[in-house]
């Protein structure tokens, strides 16, 4: 394991959330901010000698009660019109790094913000008991659209979000159609807000409660072997300290990651599953459907590539593995997985607040952007159908790249900026 990512001491400081902050801060009071060990601004260069010259790092305060951590490129020129990239776990802005340059290059300000919860962006509580409130899917929106506005603009060309973080995009669309004008979802597919019984006072039958995922995992315990949903493992307390003190190290425990997941595993070959039972489930990797007695870290071990299979991945280099581990072993992963508790579609809180938009869809121009190796895009059984039949009503595009997994904008960056910078130019 790389000696950069060896833990070093937390140090916690006191910052109070107002709602003059913006005027967006979702609730008033004294909360903790992950600083991981050290003020974030004597920290190195993010993303050292790994990161293109033409992207700059930068710190907004005062953004919903954070001080968002951004990379950017095309600043250079005022008044250009703006796009949004929002990352997913276990990832960071970094991740956005290979096509930013191009959709500058096309004319646009680029914005890859750290989002809530990761990296060096700094006002969320990094305890397991936090309030874990901040962390759902309408203040996520509100942190997005926080940002757009501090950084000036009253709206944007396109924003982007790829898997967690493609929620997020998905929302802001549907809720501020006149900030986010047009929407790139990649690998998770949206299914659209839940709905609400209509009619049933004149004897309509409520429409049929889906599974939570609870239920799914005691199903899954029944199979041989047996197994568990990692949305739910993620939201376990012991999640954190099993990958972030992974036998294998947490360097190793990255790289299996990232293999695991990618085209590069010869494994990954997805396919629609005809409903979310755990025998139609099973069929999912264990990245997904684990292993009941395996913690991730024991999950991703025995895939591992060999050395001579990391000398040749050229989309992912050890340097580049090491920005991820050295920032994850500064902030653990507590702040990141706080999202699995609460954004899922059966915690009755998000339920509710997510009713607010029922029967809304997605108006302004869509495209849905995967990997042919992604398990990601099949995951929820019918999401793919349900985002292109009701869910987005102006979807110009479905595309599965050949040569990726889960990693899209990292394994094939080319064919993503290709895509993104055509279906920006068209919408606007």
């Known amino acids: 394991m790389s000696g950069t ?3 070093v001491s937390r140090r916690d400081f006191l910052v109070t959330a ?7 801060t979702l609730a008033q009071g004294v909360t903790r901010a992950a600083q991981g060990g050290s003020d974030v601004a004597s920290l190195p260069p993010y993303g050292g000698s790994t990161m293109p010259a033409g992207i700059r790092s930068r710190r907004v305060a005062n953004v919903n009660g954070l001080t968002v951590h951004m990379l950017e490129a095309g600043y ?19 991740s956005w790094r290979k096509v930013m ?41 509100r942190d997005a659209t926080g940002l757009v506005y501090a950084l000036g603009h009253r709206s944007l060309a396109m924003v982007v979000g790829h898997d967690a973080g493609a929620p997020v995009a998905s929302w802001a669309a549907l809720i501020r159609p006149d900030v986010f004008r047009s929407v790139t979802i990649m690998s998770s ?16 039958a409520p429409p049929p409660r889906a599974a939570t995922d609870d239920e799914l995992d005691a199903e899954l315990a029944k199979l041989n072997p047996p197994r568990k949903y990692y949305q739910n493992y993620q939201r376990t307390r012991g999640a954190n300290d099993n990958m972030l003190h992974a036998p294998q190290g947490l360097h190793a425990f990255f790289r299996a990651y990232y293999h695991y997941k990618s085209a590069d595993w010869k494994g990954n070959k997805p396919h629609p599953l ?41 989309w992912l280099t050890e340097a580049e593995v090491d920005v991820y581990a050295t920032e ?3 902030t653990q992963f507590t702040g990141a997985l706080q999202g699995y508790r609460v954004r899922r579609g059966s ?51 479905f595309h599965l790249i050949d040569g990726a997994g889960h990693w899209v904008q990292q394994e094939q960056p080319e064919q993503v900026s290709t895509l993104l910078v055509q279906f920006v130019r068209d919408q606007h």
């Open 5 to 7: 990512t060896s833990s």
């Open 18 to 24: 107002s709602a003059a902050m913006g005027g967006m």
């Open 76 to 94: 250079e020129t005022p008044g250009r019109p703006a796009v949004l990239l929002l990352h997913r776990f276990p990832e960071l802005a970094y």
């Open 101 to 141: 340059l191009p959709l500058a290059a096309a004319g646009y300000h680029v914005i890859a913000p750290d989002q809530r919860g990761y990296g060096r962006t700094t006002g969320w509580d990094d305890s397991y008991e936090a309030d874990p409130d901040p962390f759902r899917i309408l203040n996520m929106v």
């Open 189 to 204: 597919p949206f299914e659209g807000p839940p709905a609400i019984p209509f009619d049933t006072a004149n004897g309509a």
């Open 274 to 314: 005809k409903a979310r039972t755990a025998a139609e489930m099973a069929q999912i990797p264990t990245y997904y459907v684990m292993e009941r007695d395996k913690g991730m870290a024991e999950t991703v071990a025995p895939f591992m590539p060999s050395a001579a299979e990391i000398a040749a991945c050229k």
């Open 328 to 330: 994850y072993a500064r």
């Open 347 to 397: 915690d009755p809180k998000s339920v509710a607040e997510m009713r607010t938009f029922s029967g809304r869809s997605i108006d302004v121009p869509s495209m849905f952007i995967g990997g042919k190796s992604d398990w990601g895009v099949y995951q929820t059984p019918g999401a793919v159908d349900r985002m292109q039949t009701s869910a987005c009503t102006r979807m110009t595009g």
